[in-house]
């Protein structure tokens, strides 16, 4: 496969899961229209987080970042983007499950580079597969390339790994041997000016509650100005209410928080179906926002350079702060990457050992 085909291919998958978020049928892929639109109604009998609000979105974003036009332009970064059939390797992809397709960015990326891929899919989520079946109905070329791994990993010359902290120190010590790249749990934040709009500050919300906040582009912590009105942050994520109170695993969670911080005296604004605390810390329970005042702008910039390392992205209106705006955390380009790592410039340069 060539480099064209291998892009014609994800940019046809990428309009059927726009059309699927939709509800539309495509007139060329009838049937895999309704493979998609069946996904998106029942992927919550499996895994209950996953809902059809967010299994739309998630479609939508990653289907319109499917674009030939949008692919070119990433894999045009690279000087040599197709290998030969000698390099050719095996890589293992090992899959978190806490976000829907949260695993998609390397499949395209060992795809895309010309290795075939070993995936080791999160028992959280069974869209990986679905996809991966759909992308082979669209081109069978792409069958040799895509294998799963129904138990232990084998037979594999790199590995991609993604987990929590503590699964990123059994994967450093158990991949050691072989080239990889080992993803723990990183956190993302939002910095507010105060010169923000209602309008910002209600994109602000999606950054935070889509897919609950369960993934690591979610932002857990806001840093505001000194004397910034933090009530005014709770009215402005009120879109968020229905999704939030009508699940009960979420509001599961609000219960309990809530309660702990009610016997331990802890101060905290309640919205009703989240609750904001002042902590210094980076990472925040589910359903608990945390903030934190800071006393200028270069106060800030210091703090978040002494956390980088555990920082997925940062949301901000100042470009000064971050290039990611309000309500794009979770709809990175394919060029950038999860950890700052690039994934693609790891695969291209892989040696056989």
């Not at 010309?114 to 995936?119: A, C, F, M, S």
Request: hydrophobic residues 40%; negative net charge.
């Amino acid at each position: 496969m060539n480099l064209e085909q291998k892009i014609d291919s994800f940019a046809t998958l990428g309009k059927l899961l726009v059309q699927a978020s939709k509800n539309e049928i495509s007139s060329e892929y009838p049937e895999i229209s309704r493979k998609l639109i069946a996904l998106i109604e029942n992927t919550h009998i499996e895994n209950p987080w996953f809902i059809k609000e967010y299994i739309q979105y998630t479609f939508q974003q990653i289907g319109s970042s499917l674009s030939i036009e949008l692919l070119e332009k990433w894999t045009n970064h690279y000087s040599t983007i197709e290998l030969n059939k000698d390099k050719a390797q095996t890589i293992a992809v090992v899959m978190a499950g806490n976000i829907p397709m949260v695993g998609f960015h390397d499949f395209l990326s060992v795809l895309i580079s010309g290795h075939k891929i070993l995936i080791k899919q999160s028992s959280k989520d069974p869209l990986i597969s679905e996809i991966s079946k759909i992308l082979c109905e669209i081109d069978s070329d792409f069958l040799p390339f895509i294998e799963f791994a129904n138990d232990k990993l084998e037979n594999f010359d790199a590995i991609i790994a993604t987990g929590s902290n503590n699964t990123k120190r059994y994967f450093e010590y158990y991949f050691s041997k072989y080239p990889s790249i080992i993803r723990g749990h990183r956190n993302s934040v939002a910095v507010v000016t105060g010169n923000e709009n209602e309008n910002d500050l209600k994109k602000l919300a999606d950054d935070i509650f889509l897919y609950f906040g369960m993934g690591c582009r979610n932002v857990s912590k806001i840093y505001i100005p000194l004397h910034f009105p933090v009530k005014k942050l709770i009215e402005a994520f009120l879109s968020y209410e229905k999704i939030l109170l009508n699940h009960h695993k979420y509001f599961n969670n609000y219960e309990y928080y809530k309660s702990i911080y009610l016997i331990n005296k802890e101060p905290f604004l309640d919205s009703g179906f989240f609750m904001i605390k002042e902590n210094s810390q980076l990472s925040s329970p589910l359903s608990v926002i945390y903030w934190e005042e800071y006393n200028s702008k270069e106060d800030l910039i210091t703090t978040l350079n002494k956390a980088k390392n555990n920082l997925q992205c940062i949301v901000c209106e100042d470009e000064a702060i971050s290039p990611i705006r309000f309500g794009e955390a979770q709809n990175p380009s394919w060029n950038d990457y999860a950890d700052g790592i690039d994934v693609l410039d790891f695969l291209l340069g892989l040696k056989k050992r």
